[in-house]
């Protein structure tokens, strides 16, 4: 670039960069006279100042035009376009020598680079000075141009966020009307945008969950809350559910009035699918739990009335056995022998030897009879007993069976009675000592069949484990007493004991140390536990030790006492 070329020749440079007033070019120089303020004012302004002849030389430049450029005092005439921005500078000195042959007000735009590479953008106006020169100025628009660069940014990025976002968003007016979705949420409900464009939100919610929906959105707007986190279902295209978990908030432009929402949705169906089969699970293993609490009981029960069956049987066979072995058909010969005597009777009496032993024979029969009828009665009454027992226990089991889910008030005493009671009969078989503390303690409210299953399960698997300890003084406690939440029952048994490894998993599904158990009896009791709002837990001191299992139970039901 050369001045011939351009015509952007400084002829007049100051030695500093601050000259004097007087010193001024014209137009300038006239003005700096006038009023060597307003000549200050070009030398200080924060934009560039130059002007030039109408041949295209510059006469005049102030310092700021010297700093964008990096110019020194004495520099050469095309100085000024090294610090133009090598991509814009065949450009601009082609725009300047055009502007040059055609002299006409114009701007331009370019940049510039510093040595240590930072960019600055500017913009130049050139306009006629009055005296048949030019006069421009160049203004750093930098920021500007920052400014709507990071506004660009932030567009491009909302953009993307929005469009490519694996979460459903949906902006709607208070009204619910949709102002603008991202495609997920079309993907979502199977819709395409047309089809979906101004229609509302309630048109796509499930008719059940309409009034919930309703009520937070009302809240949000009403400004009783700062969003609304909650779980619905949407109508899909193919008219399938679709659950989604959203969170709606409201948008302000710069602090004011809301003037739309914006939800997030996400898909939560195959968790709900999770739920609802777990649900099902759950329930199918607490109505397994209540079959084999039944069952539990029933067994017990089976095997308290087959004990009293032996001793019906036996009391009957000792009855049959003294009836056959009865004197009483001797009655009958007697009888038939005195018949046949007839008149002579009492001479067969008085003289005949066989007449003569008659009164010692009935005297001996009279005290067989009483013996026989004595033993008979004490038998009989032995078979109404054990009958009466098997009666009242299967009375028992049938009350419980019936009671099943139904709260009742009762005496703890009595609920531990019971399961001591459909196990009488194996106490006595294996030799166990059964022991009571019983502390006063108000009754309680509840499933009575619940708790029996606990306990009954708990007093049979203390009395194996006091029979598999192989121990002479088998002993059985339980222990009455008040607890901070309730009652406390324990029952406490001298038997083999736990090891700590096992007590972690006592109570898990599957897991038992007897080769013939199942491993569901203390899991399903501490399920039912659970169900009517107490615990059921064990301690022990480990092999050979004992157990105690303690179960804590609340005064009223676990629905009251959570009210």
């Known amino acids: 670039m050369t001045s011939q070329s351009i015509g952007r020749t400084l002829t007049v440079q100051a030695e500093a960069d601050d000259p004097p007033a007087a010193s001024l070019p014209p137009p300038f120089n006239g003005l700096a006279r006038a009023d060597a303020s307003s000549a200050a004012l070009l030398e200080c302004a924060p934009v560039a100042i130059y002007r030039t002849d109408a041949a295209g030389n510059m006469t005049y430049s102030n310092p700021e035009y010297r700093r964008i450029f990096a110019l020194e005092p004495g520099h050469s005439p095309d100085a000024w376009a090294r610090r133009v921005h090598r991509d814009d500078r065949a450009r601009m000195e082609q725009a300047w ?106 048109d796509f919610t499930c008719a059940e969950d309409a009034v919930r929906v309703a009520a937070g959105l009302l809240s949000l707007w009403n400004g009783d809350v ?48 999770t739920d609802q089969e777990l649900e099902r699970v759950h329930k199918q293993l607490m109505t397994a739990s209540r079959q084999a609490g039944m069952a539990e009981v029933a067994t017990n029960v089976l095997h308290n009335v087959g004990n009293i069956l ?115 009969g194996a106490f006595v078989r294996h030799g166990v000592t059964l022991h009571r503390e019983f502390s006063e303690v108000p009754p309680i409210t509840v499933d009575k069949h619940k708790v029996l299953q606990i306990l009954v399960n708990l007093v049979r698997n203390a009395k194996y484990a006091c029979d ?44 038992t140390t007897r080769a013939s158990g199942h491993g569901f009896g203390l899991h399903s009791g501490a399920l039912a536990a659970q169900e009517l709002g107490g615990t059921l837990r064990v301690m022990s001191d480990g092999p050979g030790r004992g157990a105690t299992f303690i179960l804590e139970l609340p005064c009223t039901p676990a629905e009251t006492a959570r009210a």
């Open 97 to 202: 020598a055009e502007f040059c042959l055609d002299p006409a007000p114009s701007r331009f735009a370019y940049r510039t680079q510093a040595e240590d590479g930072a960019i600055r953008h500017f913009s130049e106006q050139v306009v006629p000075d009055g005296g048949g020169g030019w006069v421009g100025t160049i203004a750093d628009f930098t920021d500007l141009v920052t400014t709507r660069d990071n506004l660009r940014k932030a567009e491009t990025l909302y953009r993307n966020t929005f469009d490519q976002a694996p979460l459903g968003i949906v902006y709607a007016d208070r009204g619910g009307k949709f102002l603008r979705f991202n495609a997920a949420f079309c993907a979502m409900l199977g819709f395409s945008s047309d089809e979906l464009a101004g229609a509302n939100i309630g």
């Open 468 to 511: 598999e300890s192989g121990r002479a003084d088998k002993l059985l406690t339980l222990r009455i007493e008040s607890a901070p939440a309730g009652v406390r029952i324990c029952v406490i048994d001298n038997g083999v004991g736990i090891p700590p490894e096992n007590i972690p998993r006592l109570f898990t599904h599957g897991f």
């Open 226 to 273: 700062q969003f609304v986190d909650l779980e619905k279902r949407y109508l899909r295209k193919d008219g399938s559910m679709l659950w989604v978990r959203t969170s709606t908030a409201l948008v302000r432009e710069d602090g004011g009035p809301p003037e739309y929402s914006v939800e997030f949705l996400r898909d939560i169906s195959a968790r709900k699918d």
């Open 310 to 424: 032996n001793s019906v049987n036996i009391s009957a066979s000792l009855v049959i056995e003294r009836v056959k072995q009865s004197k009483g058909p001797g009655v009958s010969r007697l009888a038939a022998l005195l018949q046949e005597k007839g008149a002579a009777a009492a001479e067969f009496l008085a003289h005949d030897e066989r007449g003569k032993r008659i009164p010692e024979y009935l005297t001996s029969l009279g005290e067989q009879l009483a013996s026989d009828q004595k033993m008979t009665l004490e038998e009989l009454a032995s078979l109404r007993d054990n009958l009466e027992h098997i009666k009242d226990t299967v009375a028992m089991q049938q009350s419980y069976a019936k009671l099943c889910g139904v709260t009742e008030t009762v005496a703890v005493a009595d609920l531990v009675e019971d399961s001591l009671r459909l196990n009488a």
